[in-house]
């Protein structure tokens, strides 16, 4: 069972224009939403993250939203580069879980010049 | 040099074979963690540990065996390696219990059961 989904396996966007990447959950009990960047061949990179008690988090180009009523959160980038193509991947867990992350099926963000 | 490392980072292997991969890291964190990485699953959490000498299953721990001596080594060892274990498997560390940290990765191990 997918705690954790993210539906769309691709994007595509130009260039300047804005990014939205979206994950949805089924599990009530996280508390604490991440998003990870993965270029091919490294590992994921800890990319920006948000608590259940916020509904908006911020990061230079990159922000964060969260939807507790409807267990959704997006991921914003403005303005997109090409240097943003990677998978994106979002992440959940419970603050008392232990630091286990369950984590979505990624999304393959490619930006066009 | 600081941060984590996994070893091999390429591993060709039969059917039947014992492999151990091996992941270290620097910052004395307490947590480590094995995901497998797949299409269509995304990243899938094998065993955890809290500390040294602590160990307990993630999502998809069957065929796998972890050990944790030393603080800063988590080897993952496949005691007969099968093909549906032909993956890419990602390390990682993160601090305190139960603190909001988030989770360093290595740079993966690709591995390839024949």
Not at chain 1, 99 to 104: R, S
Not at chain 2, 37 to 56: F, K, N, V
Not at chain 2, 93 to 99: A, C, F, P
Request: charged share 20%.
């Amino acid at each position: 069972d997918q705690q954790v989904k993210q539906n769309s396996p691709s994007l595509s966007v130009q260039e300047g224009r804005i990014s939205i990447l979206n994950c949805d959950y089924t599990n009530s009990m996280f508390d604490y939403f991440l998003w990870y960047k993965k270029y091919p061949a490294e590992g994921p990179t800890f990319l920006i993250s948000i608590s259940s008690i916020k509904d908006k988090n911020e990061d230079g180009r990159f922000t964060v939203f969260l939807n507790k009523s409807a267990k959704h959160l997006s991921l914003h980038i403005v303005p997109s580069q090409p240097g943003d193509s990677a998978v994106y991947f979002c992440a959940a867990k419970r603050g008392s879980s232990g630091d286990k992350l369950t984590f979505g099926t990624g999304t393959r963000l490619a930006v066009r010049p | 040099d600081a941060g984590i490392t996994q070893s091999p980072r390429y591993k060709i292997t039969e059917t039947g074979r014992q492999v151990t991969l091996m992941c270290h890291q620097t910052w004395s964190h307490s947590y480590m963690f094995w995901y497998r990485q797949d299409l269509g699953h995304g990243l899938r959490l094998i065993y955890y540990s809290a500390a040294a000498d602590i160990t307990d299953k993630g999502e998809v721990p069957d065929g796998y065996v972890v050990s944790r001596s030393k603080t800063e080594n988590f080897p993952l060892t496949l005691e007969s390696a099968t093909r549906s274990q032909t993956s890419v498997y990602f390390c990682a560390s993160s601090g305190e219990r139960d603190s909001y940290n988030e989770q360093f990765f290595g740079p993966g191990t690709r591995l390839t059961v024949l």
